[in-house]
């Protein structure tokens, strides 16, 4: 359903979980404030979104080499997975969403990415969705030069086996309404 027009009556839930969505929302306040009016009085939301692109590397080493070859691959005002990565951002934007008792808690977890090929076939086939087409349409030699990069950038989260082992962090929200 349309995120910005939820089909639900007001007062509705108990409790919302919001994974890993509130950053690809066009308008986030508007989404919040119409979540707010499902809950239940006394509802809480629990939200989580990626850390920061320094603190979740997975995405950030392979983007950054993409858009070293391919600067304007994004368009300008895109969502970005790490929108909400500091926490005084998820704060306030709760907070604007007319939401209370907000805490917001940052955990970091490690996500093991195997071997450099499986790293890039699987950001490829699944995170990529939107740009592989214009990254595969590069041509080989700046595809060459993407993946080039991208093994120096990651090196340095190699482990002991010669495997890639990636720090992630994720911020956890919960807030409740009135």
Known sequence: MDSENLGFRKASFNKVLCQFGLMFFPNTVHVLKQINDLLIKGGKLVISVHGTSE???YFSCIMNSILKSIPDIR???SPSVHTFGNPG???ITLENACFYDISVKK????YKAGTFDE???DYMSSTANSIRSTIESEGTHELSTIKEDLKINANKF???TGL???PWDVLIATASNK
Request: with cysteine; hydrophobic share 25%.
């Open 164 to 166: 890639l082992n990636f």
């Open 55 to 57: 603190c979740v590397p």
């Open 158 to 160: 190699t482990d002991k």
């Open 119 to 121: 790293y890039w076939s």
């Open 107 to 110: 955990y970091t977890y490690f």
């Open 89 to 91: 951002d998820s704060y």
């Open 75 to 77: 368009p300008k005002g």
